[in-house]
């Protein structure tokens, strides 16, 4: 008994239920869809994903306030009726025919049925190169989220991401997303440690599905200075500690700055500078640009009354 939630904003998911669909079928296990969109603005997207809820097993919610990441998921695994709940995002599209098998497969060899637990597929890219406008967010994928399982399993509460995640219902009974975040960036991160401190184990298998939607890279940056602001807001409500620091590259390396008379001037150096590492890291696709200037507007949001 499986429940697939999928919270969608701006997204054709016709193709992406169609595929689930077929592979479900064939499983032969009872199964749910749930889609809830969360206002999206284009009426035409909205309208046909609605159209799915005349299908047999799916269900679609119609928000019509943007409600953020964080609620929108634990709202649907509220709605769930199956003890199993499969999250994943709206530009995902399924990248193996036997996707559905393989999770019920891990599930049973490794009779996690009835426990607590989390299991996390990866994802891919596909190998055509996106447009250069694109080219920033897809060298990311690239190079930091594109892992193989047994890397992953290194470190299974490090880089966490619920864009392909099965999870037990009975885990949101003790973890939650934290719904204070509304805006893109670091929810998930927290939702890991979180399943950390709770004990949840979290596990790792090749079962990726594509990522296709690939943001501009001003996108890319806005959605990255949002996730900064998320972070600082995180820690201005005291809600980081240890466990967070050893997953968060940004704040360690932040924190090792302000250690040192050297370091404190960098980090004001690039506060001055945010623009011109913004433009940089756009125009010439750059990671370690792209890096500076999430230090640049941490170091800004920090020192905003100065």
Known sequence: MLSILIPTYNTNLHPLVSELQAQLNESNIEYEII????????TS?????SLLAEQYHVQYIQNEQNIGRSKIRNSLADAAKYPTLLFMDCDARVKSSDYISNYIRFLQENNLQGTDFVVLGGLSYREMRPEKTKLLRYRYGIKREVRPAYERNRDPYRAFTPFNMLIAKSVFEKCRFEESL????????????????????????????????????????????????????????????DKFLAVSTLLATYQKLKRTISGRF??????????????IASTYNSLMFLDLYKLSVMHNLLNSDE
């Open 35 to 42: 889609i809830s969109d969360d206002a999206s603005s284009d």
């Open 45 to 49: 997207v909205r309208y046909h994903n």
């Open 182 to 241: 509304k805006q893109y960036g670091y929810e998930d991160t927290f939702f890991g440690i979180e399943l950390k401190k709770c004990g949840i184990p979290v596990y790792h298998i090749d079962n990726e599905l594509y990522h296709e939607g690939i943001d501009t890279n001003e996108l890319l940056l806005d959605k990255v200075a949002a996730g900064v602001a998320n972070l600082v807001n995180l820690q201005s409500h005291n809600k980081l500690d």
């Open 266 to 279: 960098t980090l004001s150096l690039l506060g001055k500078i945010k623009q011109p590492l913004r433009n």
